[in-house]
Every structure is written in structure tokens, then in C-alpha cells.
């Protein structure tokens, strides 16, 4: 419980302009895995704008929320997990799905509505789906996810499992019941589940601070008792640090956290919001921070990441993402004869 | 506020059907317009307005039936139209062709008879306009309100719904009263066919009384409705054969002399002037018995005698799935001529379905001539309240004996059906001698 | 054959599931140790212990929410809502997730799920405490509603509820839970889905639910002794899916149906089962379809406020009146 509180001291002087350094990360983590995190990212940035290109190209329908400018946090939260840990996220979840084994190519078929997609073009952009993976699900109602999460590590400590469930949420969903109920249960029950808050800074277009009375979103934990920091959500490292600790807590120690990664949307709500509500100064200050940039560096610096592989492995990012466009395009749509499959289980789907 | 009630248009009638509306609420009415057109048994009548004002509410729709006297419509100011329009939205736009030329002769009695002149039938066919047409049904055109179930067993059973009267919730037709229907119609099967046989009805194939066709043959059957018009011809025809006491004298005429003379007569004609047919001679002959046996122009009326003044002669003419019998007045005091040329608008008119309740009221004897249809002989039923009918068959060239050797002569069946409460054997036999005899000297039907 | 409560039997019932599947967990509110307040549980935590029987805050939507993801990951968890009035916090998880997790995630995850709840009025318990919401339920594809009116059926029918693979709404009645009723013996289910003739009858059917299919098998019986009328009763059992063929082919046979509910009249299962009779047996139909349902009234709390505003048998009878039967029918092979 000593570590825990000191966690949660350390939290209270988290933000965004106070990025804790991760710098000991580096060390012990082989080169490939750290490249590997920089190719995660990049393929996330050129999957999301290409996103919204086929979106624009009228490929894509229905909503779709993009994780541009939130790459740091999307692959730092998934880098913090165990290969065999749960994942329910929200409807702003490409990157969580790319990130969790989910090939960019049956993600672009989803969203482009084919039968070879994820969901089999059921949940298009906001319900990415994978059993196998145990990626749980994005969901498109806001807050809808934690309680599933909640139960889904209920259903791993009846069983004694090792497994843990790690959820993640926009910061306007920590203003809803349904996060206050997660937290309460998760904790009264000791349930092995990382909460991580994307505080974007607004919910469509209401600031944090417009939405919550305690902007500090981390501290609603506090709440119930609930141990919580905040970090740079522009800093990979930061945030894979912050998660694999909370998942070994919640792991050995069966206590649930909460994590508040503060970040950055580059572009608007959805691909079809104008943002009109954001200061331009807000907007190109954020960008300027484009955490792909500052991993970069870092890995340059470091020594660990030259021109020549930085070309290559978007290169590769590239390629991996037209990929996925050509399969999502040759790939079929379902027929019209399952529409009615899947409605119950167990009885022929229907 | 005046109220507008259905009109008697006819002695038969009992109620009638609102063919249409010609004013719809809300509509300026002034004394004299035509508010509707009424169907009775018989024809369709207009309804002309007795009072001024606004025509307020319409309280038989169109194809509703309603007793005499019932009110079908108010007049008012016009205050209360509203509700009136929103239930007529629901309902078809009216027909916007003319008032027919039928007009409202208020309430003369119609004669209704069962026979009808075959021969008539060599004019050309006139379809009778849907308007006109003696479509009178027991529901008439409107909705019938019928449960689905009794829909669909009346459509297995042939059963035309609009011959039932429902008995469930607002008059809905529900399936005890098709059950009811089918019942009963198996025990008439077993009693009707007499009246199909003696009745002597040269109906066309429709009219047919339902019962019969149905009789024993189950899935082959096919029910036809009966009209309004049939329907009051086996009403009445079965209180004829049920009520008066028939009986039958027959006799041949020898026709020889009067087909000359029509021939005779005929050549003689200008363009344009009108043909005299067998039947305007027996008509004329008819009329002139009738002024020597005036016990025979009678009617038998609660126990008593009445004789008519009147010589009205009733002749039978098929119209398309019935028959009428338009009356000739004083057929004794006209000529051989005139009774052709009335004869001959009279059955136009009956296949117009123009024909008024005055064209069909007051006979006091009918002819039922099915000369034209090889017919040897055949008896008729009276036609009340006449005492008497006479029906005649075709005119057949036979070898009779004249003095002994045989002869080929134009012979004729005729049988007279009297009502035996007023009339005897004897009577009735004179009668037909008189006719027998003026026919067999057609000369004397000229003077 | 024994003889119990509707009660008992949901409590063996629970029971038996709890001994027989190790997946299978009870949650709810005030379940363990308040011993349910329906007592529905009672003694099934000091059977089970806390880990079988979890007793919850007062949060319908966390813990339904928390019930859904535990199925997802292959437990069976068998949720108690205190009264289905408290149902309507739990919306979202039921409606936006539980019923369209298998389905929106194209079939890689079922959600193995009942939640029992009393619905109905007649306590004096008023308009928050004395609603019939399962309608709301039965009208979502992906979720499975279930109602039993009999000791008999709310064994077999919680019993098949708790193996199946859906998540089901399983809808008690608080007036039904002390009524009687033989119960079989042995691991008997019921499918979902099927309805069940209680009486035959060849006059007329009344459709119902829940306790209105005990009212409406009492009224039937007493017209039958009262005016010879025969009278089928057919309790729909499961209001999704819904079993036309038992429904309709009653109706076929006595051409006049009155649906009889507890609910509100509108867009109720009255309207669905007589749309469906209008779509499937119209031409069998020698009457309008009846329904015979709760005034359009919150609950309110006065006795004879409450009375009037309840569907109730003397309603039933009128109904059956205003269908104007005359003669006992004969009825035609």
C-alpha cells in the first residue's frame, strides 16, 4: 500500500507540460521492441489518415474516430499488456485493435463493411472485435465498456485466472454513472482491471474542464480509493510504464488503477467534425508535440534509430496500410442471406 | 330542422337504396333540387327536396338501404356539416354523370309479374346502364361489414353476403349467421324446386332461383345473388302461387286469319311506321274480352270484389336477369296501331331500365307470350293483385280437320291461370271463347 | 409431482443450477445476505458462499453491465433485479450491449445471461414500483423474454433460460410468487418459446401472460361451468421469441381472440399478438381481436385507485361478453 500512495503523490504533479521521464525504460528493452513501438505508431498515423481518406471516398460510413495525435498513448497502453490480458476500449479504437494483433488489413475491411472484417462487417469503425486476441470490443456508447470490463475481470478472479482487463475511455465518460459504478464494483470487489482515461481534452467539443468538475480526472479515483496517476499521453514510455505497472498491481495484487494519459486529438471528434471549437494556437502547439516526432527523437538520440531505418519503417507502414486498403476493397460484403445470423447463439446464429 | 325521409316511390316497396347523393353536405339546397337517386325494387327514382336550406347531414350513405319513412337526411342552416364531410372523405368521390331520365312520379303502384313477352327480345339488346339497373340488393354497394371468417366461408360456400344480415356487433356478418344462411338454404333446397317448375318463369339462365342450382351439387355449385327486382319476384310469386287458388283453362286458336291481317297491315305501313306484332293483336283482343267479362279485370282485395274501370293490359317483357311488366292503359279504347307503338316504347324503355312506376302500375290483366322460344304450351303464375294471366305459346302450322279433311292452319296454345276466390271455370272459359273469337276474326279487332 | 410455490420452485431451481454448473453465479441487489427481498435466494449464500451469491450495490447498471462482461468471458451469471421498475437503470448494458454483443461483434462472443425480475401491481406499491416493462424487452432482437404463470414453468423455463446461450429476460410476477401449483420431478425444461394450451376450448382463446394466464384460466373455467362456453387459454409463456403457431392455430380453431395483460394497452404484447393474428389467421377471424390491458395510468396508490386502473377478471368477462358468443359451437373437422 506504501507504493501505492506514492504513486498517487507522484500523480498529483503529473501534466501535460510535465512529462515523467521513463528514460530508465529504455534501458533493459531490447532495440527491435523499441523500433517496433515507432513502426506501431507510424502505421497507426498512415492507417488513421488513410481512415479518413476512404471515409472522404465514401468507403467508409457511419462514424469514424480517428486516433491521430493519440498514437502514444494507443501503443504505450497496449505495449504495457500481456499478449493474453482483455481489452475493452471505447468507439475511438483503431489503433488499440492494429495494436492488439488485429491485422490493419481486416480493420480496413471492417470498416469498409466486408464479411472479412473483424466483426465481419457487423460493428463497422466504433465495434472492432476479436475473441481470439481478446481484444473485447470498442463500443460506441459512451461509458458502456467499463462495466463489461468490470465484469470481464469479475469473471477472471472467480476463476482465479491470471489474466487481467484493462479498459480504456475518453475523458468525457468519467463525468457518467456508469464510471462511477466500474470503479466502485471493481474496487469493492478487488477486480484485476486498468482503467486508463484518454483525456483528449474534450469530449466532441466540450473542454474538460466544461464537462467535469474535477478536471484532474485522475483524481475521481480518489474517490474510491482507488489508486490513479496521470501521464504524458504524448510520451510512449511514459504511458507503457504507467500500464505495465497498474497491470502487475492488478495482477498480483488483485487492486484496479487508474490511469489518466493526457493527449491530443489532431483533428476533430470524428472524421466529419469541421473543429471548429478548438483555439488554432491550442491546435498547432498539440501538434507540435506530435508525440511520433518526439519518440523519434528520443530514439535517435539514443542512438538507436537512424534516418535510413526511420525511412524504411514508414516505408514499410506505408505499404502495410495501401495493403490493407486493397484487401478491405477486394474483399466481398457479406450477403444478404446472413442478415438475419447472429442474432442468438446456438441456434444456427440465428 | 326538415328532415328528408325516404320517399315511397313504388307500392311494392318496402325500402329503399341510396343509389346516390346529388348534394353532399354542406351543399345550398333549394326546394325542387334533386338530392338523390333512390333505388327501389323496381327503378331508381330521384328524391327532389321539399324544403330550402343546407343540406346538414347525411344519414344513409350511398348504397344503404332505409324503410319508408325513415329519415335519410336533414336540412338545415348549415351549422353542422363537419363530422358529416369527414366521413364522406372516406367514402368514393359520387359518380358525376346526370340525374337519369327517370323521374320521381310519386307513388303509384307497380304491377310485378313473372312473364314476360319473348318475342320482344328481337329487338336489339340494350345493356341497362349501371344506373338505372334493378341492382337493388339486400346491402346494396356499400361495405359489408363481415368478420374475415365469414368472408372467407362465404367465399367458399358461394355465398353472396349481401343476401345475409348480420347479426353480431353493428350488424357485422360473423360466421352463426353464415351457418344460419347454409342451414336454411339446404332445407329450401328440398322445397323449391316446384315453384322453379310451375312457375312457368322464362327466366334467363341468371334467374334461376339459387336454391335450386344448389341442390345436391356441392362443389359444382355456383351461387348467383339475387337482385333487388329478383328478389321481389320470388317474394311475390311465391305469395301468388301460396295465396290464390289457381286454376288453368286452356284452348287453341287458330291464328290463320290474324297473321293475314297483321300481314296486311304491315305491308301497309309507311317508313317509319310501327310493325303490328302478334301480341299487340292478342292484347287487343284481351282488352276487348275483358270489356264483355268484366269479372276477369278484378282483383280479389280483403274478401271482396273490385272491379276495375280500367282495362290496363300487362304485358311481360325479359330484361337482362328479370322480367317487367309495363302496362298498357285502356288498351280496349286504342287502336290495334297505338298499342303497337306503346308496346314497342314500353319494352324499349324496360330494356333502358327507364321504365317509371307509372309504365308498371295499374295493370289489371297480363299476356306472357313465349311464342318466339317454341314453346307448345305453358301455364303462368298471377300476377297480383290481378285475377288473371294469360299465357300463350308459340304459333304452330298443324294439320287440323276442317270438315273432315285435314288442313294446315297457324295454331295457338293459350291457358288463362285465374284467381279461383273471384273467378269460376265457367267464366273464364267464356272469356277465352270471346278471345279465341276475335282472334279468329281479327277483322273485329279494327273496329 | 409436487406441490410448491412459485417461489420454492424458482428457489430449487436456482438451486439446482448453482449446484449443477460451476459458471453459474447469482448477482443482485440484497440477494445473499438480506436473503433476496422477495426471498427468492434465501439461504443460497450460506449454501454457496460469497463468491457464487454476489450481493451488489445499488447500481442496475454497473452490476448488469458487470454480469454481461462475465458472460463474455464464459461464466453464467443469473441476475436478480429487485423489481423490474429498477430495470430501467440498467438499460444501456441490456439493450446497447447484452443484446447486441454477439450479434454487432459478428458472432464471436455469446452472452450467456438471465436477469430475473418481478414485474406487476396490485401491492399498493404505486406508479415506480408497479410497472410491467418487459415489452421493453421483448421488442429488442438479440435478448430473449420468458414469463411464466405457473410453478411448473417457471422451473422448466428458468432451468432452459440459464443454458442457454442468450442473454434472457426472465419476468416474475410479485402476486404470483406465493401461488401453487404441481411441479414434476427431475431436470425438466422448457423451451423457449413455446407456448402452452392451459385449457382447450373451442369458443374463443384468451391469450396471456404471467399471473394474467392464472386470471384468465379461472375466468375460463367459470364460464364454462357458468355459461357452457368453451373457452381455450393459451399462455404465450415466452413474449420473444414468440410462438405464432400455437397462438394462431388457436385462433384458427375458435375464430375470436382477447389478449389479456396486466400491461399498458399500447404497443403492448396485445398489439403485437393481434397484429400477428391479423397477418397470419385473418381470414379465420370472426371477430375483432380484443385486448383487454392495465388503464394508461401511472400506478397509482389509493386501493381503489389501483383496483380500477388493473386489468381484471370482471374486464375479461366483459370482453368476452362484447364478442357476443350465443350458441355453443359445433366445431367441424
Known amino acids: 500500500m506504501e507504493t501505492r500512495q506514492q504513486r498517487k503523490a507522484a500523480a498529483q504533479g503529473a501534466g501535460p507540460g510535465d512529462p515523467r521521464s521513463p528514460a530508465s525504460l529504455l534501458e533493459g528493452t531490447d532495440r527491435e521492441t523499441l523500433l517496433n513501438y515507432y513502426y506501431q505508431m507510424v502505421l497507426i498515423r498512415y492507417f488513421e489518415e488513410k481512415a479518413g481518406e476512404m471515409y472522404t471516398r465514401a468507403r467508409i460510413g457511419g462514424y469514424c474516430h480517428l486516433n491521430l495525435g493519440e498514437e502514444a498513448t494507443v501503443v504505450g497502453f497496449c505495449a504495457g499488456l500481456e499478449a493474453d490480458d482483455y481489452v475493452y476500449t471505447n468507439y475511438r479504437e483503431h489503433g488499440y485493435a492494429i495494436c492488439r494483433g488485429i491485422s490493419p488489413a481486416v480493420v480496413m475491411a471492417e470498416l469498409f463493411g466486408k464479411k472479412t472484417g473483424c466483426s465481419r462487417g457487423r460493428g463497422g469503425s466504433m465495434h472492432l472485435f476479436d475473441l481470439k486476441r481478446r481484444f473485447m470490443g470498442g463500443y460506441g456508447i459512451v461509458g458502456g465498456q467499463l462495466p463489461l470490463a468490470v465484469g470481464a475481470a469479475f469473471a477472471l478472479a472467480y476463476r482465479g485466472a491470471r489474466e487481467i482487463v484493462a479498459c480504456q475511455m475518453g475523458d468525457g465518460t468519467t463525468n457518467g454513472g456508469p464510471f462511477h459504478e466500474s470503479l466502485n464494483l471493481a474496487k469493492l470487489y478487488r477486480l484485476p482491471v486498468v482503467f486508463l482515461i484518454v483525456n483528449n481534452q474534450y469530449g466532441m467539443g466540450t473542454r474538460v474542464d466544461q464537462g467535469s468538475a474535477v478536471p484532474d480526472l485522475y483524481r475521481k479515483a480518489c474517490a474510491y480509493d482507488m489508486r490513479s496517476e496521470r501521464v504524458d499521453g504524448t510520451d510512449l514510455l511514459a504511458v507503457l510504464e504507467a500500464v505495465r505497472t497498474a497491470a502487475r498491481i492488478a495482477r498480483e495484487e488483485r487492486e484496479p488503477s487508474l490511469i489518466e494519459a493526457v493527449s491530443y486529438r489532431f483533428r476533430g471528434h470524428s472524421v466529419v467534425d469541421p473543429d471548429r471549437y478548438r483555439p488554432e494556437d491550442e491546435v498547432r502547439r498539440w501538434r507540435e508535440r506530435d508525440p511520433i516526432l518526439l519518440y523519434a527523437t528520443r530514439l535517435k538520440e539514443a542512438g538507436l534509430m537512424d534516418e535510413a531505418t526511420r525511412q524504411e519503417l514508414e516505408t514499410r507502414a506505408q505499404q502495410e496500410v495501401e495493403e490493407a486498403v486493397r484487401f478491405a476493397e477486394e474483399s466481398e460484403f457479406p450477403s444478404v442471406e446472413e442478415l438475419y445470423d447472429f442474432v442468438y447463439a446456438g441456434e444456427g446464429g440465428r | 330542422m326538415p328532415e328528408v325521409t325516404m320517399p315511397r316511390l313504388s307500392d311494392t316497396m318496402q325500402e329503399g337504396t341510396i343509389a346516390r347523393w346529388l348534394k353532399k353536405p354542406g351543399d345550398r339546397v333549394e326546394r325542387g333540387d334533386v338530392l338523390a337517386e333512390i333505388e327501389t325494387d323496381k327503378a331508381t327514382m330521384e328524391l327532389q327536396a321539399y324544403e330550402s336550406g343546407v343540406l346538414e347531414k347525411i344519414l344513409i350513405q350511398e348504397g344503404e338501404s332505409a324503410p319508408i319513412g325513415q329519415v335519410i337526411a336533414l336540412i338545415g342552416s348549415g351549422a353542422a356539416v363537419a363530422d358529416q364531410e369527414e366521413a364522406r372523405a372516406m367514402r368514393p368521390a359520387p359518380q358525376t354523370t346526370t340525374a337519369s331520365s327517370a323521374t320521381g312520379g310519386g307513388g303509384s303502384g307497380l304491377g310485378m309479374s313473372q312473364e314476360e313477352a319473348p318475342r320482344q327480345r328481337a329487338t336489339a339488346p340494350v345493356e341497362v346502364p349501371p344506373s338505372t339497373a334493378p341492382v337493388g340488393q339486400e346491402n346494396g354497394d356499400r361495405l359489408i361489414k363481415a368478420s374475415p371468417l365469414a368472408r372467407r366461408l362465404a367465399e367458399e360456400h358461394n355465398i353472396d353476403l349481401r343476401q345475409i344480415r348480420g347479426s353480431g356487433p353493428g350488424g357485422r356478418i360473423v360466421r352463426d349467421d353464415i351457418e344460419a344462411f347454409l342451414e336454411s338454404r339446404r332445407t329450401a333446397a328440398v322445397t323449391a324446386p316446384a315453384q322453379a317448375g310451375v312457375g312457368a318463369t322464362p327466366a334467363p339462365p341468371a334467374a334461376a332461383p339459387a336454391a335450386a342450382a344448389e341442390v345436391g351439387a356441392a362443389p359444382a355449385e355456383e351461387l348467383v345473388p339475387l337482385s333487388r327486382m329478383q328478389t321481389t319476384i320470388a317474394r311475390r310469386l311465391t305469395e301468388s302461387k301460396q295465396t290464390i287458388p289457381h286454376f288453368y283453362v286452356s284452348t287453341e286458336i287458330d291464328m290463320t286469319e290474324a297473321l293475314a291481317l297483321r300481314r296486311q297491315l304491315n305491308e301497309s305501313v309507311g317508313e317509319g311506321g310501327v310493325k303490328v306484332s302478334i301480341n299487340d293483336l292478342i292484347i287487343k283482343a284481351c282488352a276487348l274480352a275483358l270489356e264483355k267479362f268484366p269479372e276477369v279485370n278484378s282483383s280479389y282485395r280483403d274478401g271482396q270484389f273490385v272491379r276495375h274501370q280500367a282495362i290496363n293490359v300487362g304485358i311481360a317483357v325479359d330484361i337482362p336477369h328479370g322480367l317487367v311488366v309495363p302496362v298498357i292503359r285502356d288498351a280496349n279504347l286504342k287502336g290495334v296501331r297505338t298499342i303497337a307503338r306503346e308496346a314497342r316504347a314500353l319494352i324499349e324503355k324496360a330494356h333502358a331500365g327507364k321504365l317509371t312506376p307509372a309504365d308498371l302500375s295499374g295493370g289489371t290483366f297480363s299476356i306472357s307470350n313465349m311464342g318466339m322460344l317454341d314453346v307448345s304450351e305453358f301455364i303462368a303464375v298471377i300476377n297480383p293483385p290481378e285475377a288473371a294471366i294469360m299465357a300463350v305459346a308459340s304459333v304452330r302450322r298443324t294439320f287440323v280437320p276442317i270438315d273432315d279433311q285435314p288442313v294446315l292452319r297457324d295454331m295457338m296454345h293459350v291457358t288463362v291461370s285465374a284467381d279461383h276466390r273471384i273467378l269460376y271455370g265457367a267464366t273464364v272459359a267464356r272469356f277465352l271463347q270471346e278471345v279465341k273469337r276475335l282472334l279468329q276474326n281479327p277483322f273485329s279487332l279494327l273496329g | ?333
Not at chain 3, 454477439?102 to 406487476?120: H, K
Not at chain 3, 407456448?195 to 375466468?219: C, F, N, P, W
Open chain 3, 1 to 333: 409431482m409436487a406441490e410448491m410455490t412459485y417461489r420454492q420452485a424458482l428457489h430449487d431451481t436456482l438451486r439446482e443450477e448453482l449446484q449443477r454448473d460451476e459458471n453459474v453465479f447469482l448477482i443482485g441487489e440484497e440477494i445473499g445476505r438480506f436473503e433476496g427481498s422477495y426471498k427468492i435466494t434465501a439461504g443460497l449464500l450460506q449454501e454457496f458462499g460469497p463468491k457464487r451469491v454476489v450481493d451488489t450495490p445499488i447500481c442496475e447498471n454497473g452490476f448488469v453491465g458487470l454480469a454481461i462482461g462475465a458472460a463474455m468471458l464464459g461464466l453464467r451469471p443469473i441476475v436478480e433485479i429487485m423489481t423490474i421498475n429498477f430495470i430501467a437503470l440498467a438499460m444501456d448494458e441490456i439493450v446497447n450491449h447484452a443484446a447486441k454483443i454477439y450479434y454487432m461483434f459478428g458472432g464471436q462472443c455469446p452472452v450467456p445471461l438471465v436477469i430475473r425480475t418481478p414485474g406487476g401491481g396490485g401491492q399498493q406499491l404505486s406508479a415506480t414500483h408497479s410497472q410491467n416493462l418487459e415489452v421493453w424487452f421483448a421488442h429488442v432482437p438479440g435478448l430473449k423474454v420468458v414469463a411464466p404463470s405457473t410453478p411448473a414453468d417457471a422451473r422448466g423455463l428458468l432451468r432452459t433460460a440459464v443454458r442457454d446461450d442468450n442473454p434472457v429476460l426472465f419476468l416474475e410476477n410479485l402476486a404470483l410468487y406465493n401461488t401453487r401449483g404441481e411441479v414434476p420431478e427431475g431436470d425438466y425444461t422448457i423451451p423457449i418459446g413455446k407456448a402452452q394450451v392451459m385449457k382447450e376450448g373451442h369458443d374463443l382463446t384468451i391469450i396471456s401472460y404471467s399471473r394474467m394466464a392464472v386470471v384468465a384460466l379461472d375466468v375460463a373455467r367459470r364460464l364454462e361451468q357458468e355459461r357452457q362456453l368453451s373457452i381455450e387459454v393459451v399462455d404465450v409463456r415466452s413474449l420473444r421469441p414468440l410462438d405464432h403457431e400455437t397462438v394462431v392455430n388457436s385462433v384458427k380453431k375458435t375464430n375470436r381472440a382477447i389478449i389479456f395483460e396486466e400491461d399498458w394497452r399500447s404497443y403492448g404484447v396485445g398489439a403485437e399478438l393481434a397484429a400477428t393474428l391479423q397477418e397470419e389467421a385473418f381470414d379465420y377471424l370472426d371477430a375483432p381481436i380484443q385486448r383487454v390491458a392495465g388503464a394508461e395510468v401511472p400506478l397509482p396508490y389509493s386501493k381503489p385507485l389501483e383496483q380500477a386502473a388493473l386489468p381484471s377478471a370482471r374486464q375479461l368477462v366483459e370482453a368476452v361478453d362484447r364478442l357476443a358468443i350465443r350458441k355453443r359451437r359445433v366445431v367441424y373437422a
